[in-house]
C-alpha cells in the first residue's frame, strides 16, 4: 500500500491556493490587463535606453524614466491619440446623422444599380445596416474612455516597471521554474515576439497608410486624412487590410460619376499599395522578425474579442506567446522520442 507523501500534499495545496487567488485577482482586475500587457511591451522597448541612461550616464531612475516615458507618449501614443481623435469626431458625426448617411448609401446603390444593373444594397440590408449602426457606434465612442483608462493604468505600471527593472528581472530569472537556457532563451524571444507584434504591425499598417494617403492626394479623394487614418487602422486588419478602403472608395467614386479618379484609386490601391505591403512586410521581416500570417489572422479575433481595438497589437503577440511557451515547456520536460528508421 503506497504512502502519500506528505511534503507532496503540502506543496499541490500551496500551488492550488496560489492558483485559487490568482484566478480571483485576474477575475477582479481583468479591465486593466491591457494596460498591463502595454506596460510589458513599453518596458521591453524601452529598457535598454533605461539601463543605458542609468548605468552609463548616472541619470537618477525617476528622471530617466520620466524622460523615456514623456518620450514615448510624443513618439508612439500622442500620433496614435490623434488618429483616434479624428475617427471619433466622424464616428460622433455618423451618430448623429445615421439617417442622412443610410440615404446617401442609397443613393450611391441606386447610381451603382442604374450602372451596372447590380443591386447591391437591398432594402432589407439597408434597414439590416441601419440597425447595425445605431447599435455599434455608441459602443465604439465608448472605447475611448477605455483607452484613455488603459493608458493611464499604463504609465502607472511602467514607471515602477523602468525604476525597478534591474531587481524585477532579476527576480524573474531566479524564480522562473526552468533551466538557465530556457530563462535566456524566454527572454531573447519574447523581446523578438514583442518587437515583431507591437513594431512591425502598426508600422507596416502605417506605412501602407501613407502610401495610399499619396494616392488619395492623387485621385482628389475628399478629405484624404481622414481615409489616411481608416487606411491605416484597416491595415493592420488580417486578409482583407487596406483594401477595406480603397476598394469600396474606387467604386463609390466611379458611382458618383467621378470615372477616372475611381479607376486610378482602384489601380493604384490594388497595385501600389497592395504591393507596398508585401515589400515592406518581406524587408522588415529581416529587420525585426516577421509575424505567421494565421497567428495574425487568430489573433486579431481573439484579441478585438478580449481587448477592443488594442487587441490588433495584443492578440497577435498573445498567440505568439503561447506557442512560445510550449516550445520551452517541449524542451523543458518532455522527452521526444526518435523515429526509428527499420533497415531492410
Not at 64 to 73: N, R, T, V
Not at 242 to 266: E, F, S
Request: proline share 3%.
Amino acid at each position: 500500500m503506497s504512502v502519500i507523501d506528505n511534503e507532496r500534499i503540502k506543496q499541490v495545496s500551496f500551488l492550488l491556493i496560489i492558483v485559487l487567488l490568482a484566478f480571483v485577482l485576474f477575475s477582479e482586475l481583468y479591465t486593466f490587463f491591457p494596460g498591463f500587457l502595454g506596460a510589458i511591451t513599453m518596458y521591453i522597448l524601452s529598457r535598454k535606453y533605461m539601463f543605458r541612461l542609468v548605468e552609463k550616464r548616472k541619470w537618477r531612475k525617476s528622471l530617466a524614466a520620466a524622460l523615456l516615458m514623456f518620450m514615448s507618449f510624443i513618439i508612439i501614443l500622442l500620433p496614435f491619440g490623434l488618429l483616434i481623435n479624428m475617427l471619433t469626431n466622424k464616428i460622433g458625426y455618423a451618430v448623429t446623422h445615421s439617417s442622412e448617411l443610410i440615404a446617401g448609401l442609397k443613393t450611391v446603390n441606386d447610381r451603382i444599380q442604374a450602372a451596372t444593373n447590380i443591386d447591391i444594397l437591398s432594402q432589407v440590408r439597408l434597414e439590416r445596416l441601419r440597425e447595425y449602426l445605431t447599435s455599434v457606434l455608441p459602443g465604439l465612442l465608448g472605447a475611448t474612455f477605455n483607452i484613455l483608462t488603459a493608458i493611464a493604468i499604463l504609465y502607472f505600471i511602467l514607471y515602477y516597471m523602468l525604476v525597478n527593472g534591474r531587481e524585477m528581472e532579476a527576480w524573474l530569472y531566479e524564480y522562473i521554474p526552468l533551466k538557465d537556457e530556457n530563462v535566456l532563451r524566454l527572454g531573447t524571444e519574447f523581446h523578438k515576439l514583442v518587437i515583431a507584434n507591437a513594431v512591425g504591425i502598426p508600422l507596416i499598417a502605417v506605412i501602407q497608410g501613407i502610401v495610399s494617403l499619396i494616392g488619395y492626394f492623387i485621385f482628389q479623394v475628399p478629405q484624404p486624412w481622414f481615409w489616411f487614418a481608416v487606411t491605416c487602422f484597416t491595415a493592420m486588419l488580417p486578409v482583407v487590410g487596406a483594401a477595406a478602403v480603397y476598394a469600396p472608395m474606387g467604386v463609390y467614386l466611379l458611382a458618383i460619376n467621378m470615372t477616372w479618379q475611381g479607376i486610378g484609386v482602384l489601380i493604384y490601391g490594388f497595385a501600389i499599395v497592395g504591393t507596398s505591403d508585401n515589400l515592406f512586410r518581406l524587408i522588415l521581416a529581416k529587420k525585426i522578425g516577421d509575424v505567421h500570417p494565421l497567428i495574425t489572422v487568430f489573433g486579431v479575433l481573439i484579441g478585438v474579442n478580449l481587448f477592443g481595438f488594442i487587441g490588433l497589437i495584443f492578440g497577435p503577440l498573445l498567440i505568439s506567446m503561447f506557442i512560445l511557451l510550449l516550445d520551452i515547456y517541449s524542451n523543458e520536460f518532455l522527452t521526444k522520442k526518435r523515429e526509428v528508421r527499420v533497415q531492410r
